[in-house]
């Protein structure tokens, strides 16, 4: 299925032997797709997206739920065990939605709303004691909260690129299986300073899961990230948006702030929906832009969904950046828009105040390296200066067993997008013709 990784092995094994795991190798950073830093350095795509072995991960494996399946506590996981024993008691009883890939089909779910379910109502203020509201918006003036969710994507040096060039940071939801099977990349948001955010592990309608599972959907993500990364997030984006009391009070039981958004790109659906045009996730754009020359954000600002998926997504991005400049006065990570000092368990990391972003301080906040294996730079309650260093270097490269699942899921997981709103009328339509039910009320 996957081609081989031989030629990485042959180019390991010259870097190897000129003994390039050398600080000043590193320091120079060539195309060595064993570190952080030569993975970014990779330009083709098409090498940039061969898999590999990364030895911390390919080790773990067997502690973590298959790729891309739906997860479970992993058996004997003791540490997941504990923390569900904690969080569990606290769960609204609230029965689990539709099905796996969002089909609501049946479901009698009443007109008032009772779960705050986003999916029926885009419902962001919980009905369930206890909860905070959902992020949808930046409380700041004119301000765009700037994310891009299901990366880490294998060639997305090109776009960080030009990210790092425009001195802009952004808040990436990562996929946990993408995390796995792109380590090195996923590492390269923590080197270049943006913010990570989980994204679940498999990338499924939330509200479908038993508690314990959406539990460990979240759980592994936050394990993955933390394996790949050295760091724990403490933010997430509900896939589909779909999200409800009970999965607030699981994320929220996990030390996880949720974060939606206002205005949608479509972008993903370009390739994958048929009759969506790049014309359509344009005007989406624009439709947003034109709002904020209205002054619609004169007093609040707002949130697009956009996304890391691929090519286009990524492209598109590029294009609009200039715009939405000239759109905002500020485009900030959510967690930058929000002032959280800590976006991580880990205190050692430190984002900038909203203040100090927009001042010009963002230049100097790149982050922790990967894994915390490097020197990181002192808590300084202001910026981290930067401090690159070197990931933990792989010593082998062999076929990567995740490969082949990254390569079907790719397809199955965007087999599994649809959109939303077709997907409720067609709800409606099931609902009340099949059970005389009427499931939702006009949008
Ligand atoms: C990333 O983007 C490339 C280019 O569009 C695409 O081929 C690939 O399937 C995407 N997915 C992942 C997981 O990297
Ligand atoms: C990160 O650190 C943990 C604990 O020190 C270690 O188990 C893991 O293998 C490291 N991950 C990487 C990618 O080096
Ligand atoms: C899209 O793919 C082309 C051709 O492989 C590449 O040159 C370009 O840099 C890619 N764009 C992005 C945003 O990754
Ligand atoms: C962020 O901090 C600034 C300066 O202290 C303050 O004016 C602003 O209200 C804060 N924003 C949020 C969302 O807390
Ligand atoms: C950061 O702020 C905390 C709380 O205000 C303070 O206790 C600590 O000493 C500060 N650290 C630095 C490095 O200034
Ligand atoms: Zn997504």
């Known amino acids: 299925m996957f081609t081989s990784p031989f030629s990485r092995v042959a180019a390991l094994r010259v870097l190897l032997a000129l003994g390039s795991s050398s600080l000043s190798a590193i320091v120079a950073a060539p195309a060595d797709p064993t570190t952080e830093a030569g993975e970014a350095k990779l330009t083709d795509p098409t090498v940039e997206c061969t898999p590999y072995n990364y030895p911390a991960v390919s080790s773990a494996l067997t502690s973590f739920p298959p790729i891309w399946e739906p997860a479970s506590i992993v058996p004997g996981d003791m540490d997941a065990e504990e923390q569900w024993a904690a969080i569990q008691g606290g769960v609204p009883d609230i029965p689990p939605k539709g099905t796996l890939s969002g089909n609501f089909g049946g479901l009698n779910y009443p007109q008032s709303d009772p779960d705050c379910w986003w999916t029926f109502s885009q419902c962001t203020t919980p009905k369930a004691p206890g909860l905070v509201p959902d992020i949808a918006v ?89 394996l790949v990364t050295g760091v724990t997030p403490t933010c997430w984006r509900p896939p589909f948006g779909d999200i409800d009391d009970r999965i607030r009070s699981i994320s929220s039981g996990m030390g996880l702030r949720t974060v939606l ?20 996730v344009d005007n989406n754009y624009q439709k947003m832009i034109n709002d904020a020359d209205n002054g619609l954000f004169a007093n609040v600002g707002t949130m697009i969904l956009t996304h890391e998926l691929n090519n286009y997504t990524m492209a598109e991005a590029m294009k609009y950046y200039p715009l939405l400049k000239k759109a905002f006065a500020n485009i900030v990570p959510v967690g930058v828009g929000l002032n959280v000092s800590h976006p991580y368990a880990e205190t050692s990391y430190t984002l900038p105040s909203f203040a100090q972003y927009v001042s010009g301080d ?82």
Request: proline fraction near 5%; charged fraction near 15%; glycine fraction near 8%.
């Open 362 to 443: 963002a230049g100097s906040s790149s982050g922790a390296n990967a894994n915390n294996t490097a020197p990181i730079a002192p808590t300084t309650n202001a910026t981290v200066t930067s401090s690159v260093a070197p990931a933990t270097s792989s010593t082998a490269a062999q076929p990567s067993g995740t490969s082949a699942a990254a390569a079907q899921s790719e397809s199955g997981a965007g087999s599994a997008r649809m959109d939303l709103r077709k997907n409720i009328a067609a709800v409606i339509c099931v609902a009340s013709v099949l059970a005389g039910a009427l499931l939702v009320g006009a949008h």
């Open 261 to 280: 958004w206002k205005y949608d790109s479509d972008d993903w659906q370009f390739g994958s929906t048929p009759g969506v045009t790049s014309a359509d």
């Open 138 to 226: 930046m409380p700041e003036p004119q301000t765009l909260g700037y994310g891009f969710d299901d990366g880490p994507n294998c060639s997305h040096n090109a776009f960080y690129d030009y990210l790092s060039a425009q001195n802009q940071k952004a808040t990436m939801f990562y996929i946990g299986s993408n995390v796995m099977d792109w380590p090195l990349e996923a590492q390269r948001a923590v080197t270049d300073g943006h913010e990570i955010c989980v994204h679940t592990w498999s990338h499924h309608y939330m509200t479908s899961f038993t508690s314990e599972d959406a539990f460990a959907e979240l759980y592994y993500s936050l394990k993955a990230i933390k």
